[in-house]
């Protein structure tokens, strides 16, 4: 028996090193920058970081204000007030979460577009001196993230709105409080560590996003690592920024942990009794409706139709062949990263159950913070290790061999285990966490052995867990762009790439059809979402 442990603890102790290794080679290289007057540092800090910074703020504030008012009203709304088309509200809130924002931002950049619809209308209807502002610039980038982004709080609040007892807010309304005042002074405070969480998770993405804020021209740090790496080939340069923006990553989730470890709150009764909802008039109920459904319609309603008028525009049959080979590239990588993170997600779960040591728990919380790294950031941590491993097959193989882990399905592989096997893993220890341990006592008397425990008895309990797990990387695969962008080998496209070098070449009408796709295939873990919400009210 221990024999067995000391092997899984070696396992998992492998699977840790080989999913952290990246991060450490892209940490040493950027130490070995030059810092003198004449080195790469001075000159970042002179040209690049200060612009990159100060975009990255604005970016972050901008997206801070609009996400927070769209998600936390939308929640207040739904969950305390009773109007009509509340519930069909409650899951089309959720759908924007199924858009990559790139696609948000092909969609608008059309319809808003000098040559546009809405702009042509508007002429035809004001005059030829009308003007919309210019949708592809930092107004438009800090719009087209908040409207996809806002679902990750609007779930986060809505839940701390539900679950907390309906006696907070009758004792305000019993002490003359009206909705504001309850809303402001009892509910929102509650509602904060929540709120906070979910913020913390929108910077976060807000600061990985390349293709939309690429598409607009906005230069944030993601923009300028991939620019620094690919376009100018200054590695180093592209190692320091990607460690400063790992820095502010790390900030952010210590910020979050830390708000949501001091913050506690508790409900004093037995039970919670779940709000009762006010119900509006007529005309508020037509007013809240309107305002509460239309973060929904501005990020997914809105776009999905725009790229399927754009779709009727493109009549290529060309490209419709060649979206074939794209759809099967897309959906074989799905599937093989699927796989593996699945089973690392697995090993690891399952020997931290075990009489897991503190060092087998630390390895699962750093494996677990891989998801939020930026996909830039994998991408030249993952070129760094193969990299120098083929440059030591040419000197033992000779100058004949080609290299065979850079460009290749493996580097891909690795990239994406490397950030989404955290997806998994949440998900399978989900499911774990629901087997009591004295079902492994009970299994362990009748005498079934560790292996034969995790076949005959925990696999048939986590089909639903796993299943979820390879889900969400599958759709996470499916829409991943700069990490596909910079390690995918040669003339190997995928949807999402395609999408974004259509878009930038202003061949938006052909770009439609895979955005489409990747839409309709990122809707799956939606559906299941919505069905959920529906059953539960959480």
């Keep these: 028996m221990n024999r067995s442990i000391n092997r899984r603890r070696w396992w998992v102790a492998l699977i840790g090193l080989a999913l952290l290794v990246p991060l450490g080679s892209l940490l040493g290289m950027a130490l070995q920058v030059e810092i003198g007057p004449t080195g790469t540092l001075p000159h ?77 209308f508007f002429r035809e209807l004001l005059g030829p001196a009308f003007r919309l502002p210019e949708i592809r610039s930092l107004p438009g980038a800090i719009f087209v993230l908040s409207v996809v982004l806002y679902p990750y709080i609007y779930l986060l609040a809505r839940t701390a709105f539900t679950e907390r007892s309906a006696n907070l807010l009758d004792a305000a309304r019993s002490l003359g409080c009206g909705p504001v005042r309850t809303f402001l002074q009892v509910a929102l405070p509650v509602a904060r560590p929540a709120v906070v969480a979910g913020l913390s998770l929108v910077l976060m993405e807000t600061l990985a996003e390349y293709g939309a804020l690429s598409y607009f021209g906005v230069q944030t740090y993601t923009t300028a690592i991939y620019r620094s790496w690919l376009n100018l080939g200054d590695r180093s340069s592209a190692a320091i920024l990607a460690v400063l923006l790992l820095g502010f990553m790390l900030f952010l989730m210590s910020a979050e942990a830390k708000a949501r470890g001091q913050a506690r709150f508790y409900t004093m009764t037995g039970r919670t009794v779940r709000p009762r909802k006010r119900q509006l008039s007529a005309l508020g109920g ?85 998801y939020g790294v930026p996909g830039a950031i994998i991408a030249i941590a993952i070129l760094i290790p193969l990299a120098q491993v083929d440059r030591w097959m040419l000197d033992v193989f000779g100058r004949g061999v080609m290299p065979v882990l850079t460009g290749s399905i493996f580097a891909l592989l690795y990239a994406y285990c490397v950030r989404f096997t955290s997806a998994a893993l949440q998900s399978v220890d989900t499911g774990l966490q629901r087997i009591t341990p004295h079902i492994d006592d009970s299994a362990r008397v009748l005498g079934c052995q560790p292996r034969a425990l995790w076949w005959r008895v925990h696999m048939p309990m986590l089909k639903g867990s796993m299943a979820t797990g390879a889900l969400l990387v599958f759709v996470d695969v499916m829409k991943e762009l700069p990490t596909t962008l910079v390690l995918r080998p040669f003339d190997f496209d995928t949807l999402a790439v395609m999408t974004y070098q259509l878009a930038a070449d202003e061949r938006l009408a052909e770009a439609a059809l895979p955005a489409l796709s990747i839409v309709m295939v990122s809707m799956l873990p939606m559906f299941l979402l919505i069905r959920q919400t529906m059953k539960t009210g959480r």
């Design 44 to 120: 970042l800090l002179l040209t690049v970081i200060p612009d990159v910074t100060l975009q990255s703020i604005a970016l972050c504030l901008g997206v801070t204000v609009l996400t927070s008012s769209m998600g936390v009203l939308s929640a207040w709304w739904t969950s305390t007030c009773e109007f009509r088309g509340r519930r069909m509200a409650e899951g089309l809130l959720l759908l924007p979460m199924a858009m990559p924002s790139y696609v948000i931002a092909y969609a608008y950049t059309d319809a808003l577009q000098f040559s546009g619809p809405i702009q042509t």
């Design 286 to 370: 037509l007013v809240v409706g309107f305002l509460t459904i239309m973060p929904a319609i501005l990020g997914f309603i809105f776009p999905l139709v725009f790229l399927a008028r754009l779709l009727l525009q493109s009549d290529n049959p060309y490209e419709l062949v060649r979206f074939v080979a794209w759809a099967r590239n897309s959906v074989t990588l799905g599937l093989l990263a699927a796989a593996c993170a699945l089973l690392l997600a697995i090993g690891l779960g399952y020997a931290r159950r075990i009489q897991p040591p503190r060092w087998v728990a630390a390895v699962h919380q750093a494996v677990s913070l891989g």
